[in-house]
């Protein structure tokens, strides 16, 4: 009987050991990534003081207007030195687990035993350390640096939401238990598709050895339509299972996009009769609805970064299955 499959939580911690070498580097991504995040409120919190003291009779700046300008341009400057260096950073770690991984699957591939190559196919251990390798980077690296910046861009505008207004916060909060819930929901189904596409991905190069060792024998018995049939059952087989994934991947952010909006709608509603009845100024009602724009951009990251920790997770299992097979006695 085959042993259980690991837990999510154990399959994941086991990939972040690969990490773990470069922590300093990878510390470096998170650092640059988190200071990113942190100058996401500073655009709204300026738009506040420049609507209220720099337009309509009678108001007056605290600071001058060019300051507004250059602390405009010095917001974006600095998030573009972070975000390149997080993001140089990021792809040398990702790099460099690719690296380990496909060093200790071989190490365990050449003393493995007889027996071992006698029930997998070629194909398939070929695919699983050429392909299903790569697709572990994604959920190892950049779900988790993505998972941690985004999250303090959404605290760090919910603060700010909170500080202008609390009440209308809480109504955008309302759609969040429904997005966790949906992404809950497809989470199962996109590990199992990336499963059965990794599956189908080993039989199709399997397919490509056999025809390209064997071509003198295809000649011979003029077996060229034979392979080219098998070839296009194995690609369709291997496509079915893409498309598959793409269902409920693409699924996440449309929904996701028309729960904000309605929160959005109802927020706007609430914000102008506030505005009409003068318990908020315009320069509160622009920050505060420009914080909320610029919320989606964070919470779409966070939802989609669902779609690649499945199948990140679901190529773990295909490595980890190849470096944890008995070696030859």
């Known amino acids: 009987m085959s042993a259980a499959p690991p837990s999510t939580r154990a399959l994941y911690f086991r990939l972040l050991s690969y990490v773990r070498p470069y922590v300093k580097a990878f510390g470096f991504a998170v ?17 506040k003081p420049l609507l209220d003291g720099g337009f309509g009779p009678g108001k007056q700046l605290v600071y001058p207007p060019i300051w507004f300008a250059f602390g405009l341009v010095l917001i974006f ?3 573009g030195i972070l975000t390149f260096t997080s993001a140089y950073f990021l792809a040398w770690v990702a ?47 950049t779900v988790l640096t993505v998972a941690v910046k985004d999250s303090i861009a959404v605290a760090g505008l919910l603060a700010w939401l909170f500080y202008l207004n609390w009440k209308l916060t809480l109504v955008a909060l309302a759609v969040g238990p429904l997005i966790a819930l949906f992404v ?29 060792e064997c071509q003198k024998v295809v000649k011979i018995f003029g077996g060229q339509a034979y392979e080219a049939r098998r070839f296009e059952r194995a690609s369709q087989r291997l496509r079915g299972f893409n498309m598959r994934q793409t269902v409920p991947a693409a699924l996440t952010t449309p929904v996701t996009h028309v729960l904000a909006a309605t929160a959005l709608s109802i927020i706007l509603y609430l914000a102008m009769e506030d505005s009409l009845a003068g318990r908020i100024t315009v320069g509160e009602f622009a920050s505060f609805f420009t914080a909320v724009l610029m919320l989606l951009a964070p919470l779409k990251h966070l939802t989609e970064i669902n779609a690649p920790l499945q199948r990140g997770l679901a190529a773990a299992e295909s490595v980890f299955e190849l470096i944890d097979a008995p070696v030859e006695e």
């Not at 029930?119 to 390798?133: M, P, Q």
């Not at 929901?185 to 199992?192: K, V």
Request: proline share 3%; aromatic share 6%.
């Open 31 to 47: 650092l640059g990534m988190v200071a990113a995040a942190a100058t996401e409120p500073l655009f709204p919190a300026l738009m």
């Open 95 to 141: 790099n460099r687990v690719v690296l380990d991984l496909r060093a200790a699957m071989f190490a365990r591939l050449v003393r493995l035993p007889a027996k071992f190559f006698d029930d997998h196919s070629s194909g398939t251990v070929l695919s699983k350390i050429a392909y299903d390798v790569g697709g572990v980077t994604a959920a190892a690296t």
């Open 184 to 212: 809950r929901l497809l989470s199962r189904r996109l590990r199992s598709m990336a499963r059965e596409a990794q599956h189908s991905m080993g039989d199709l190069v399997h397919v490509l050895e056999e025809t390209i």
């Open 77 to 79: 400057v600095i998030r």
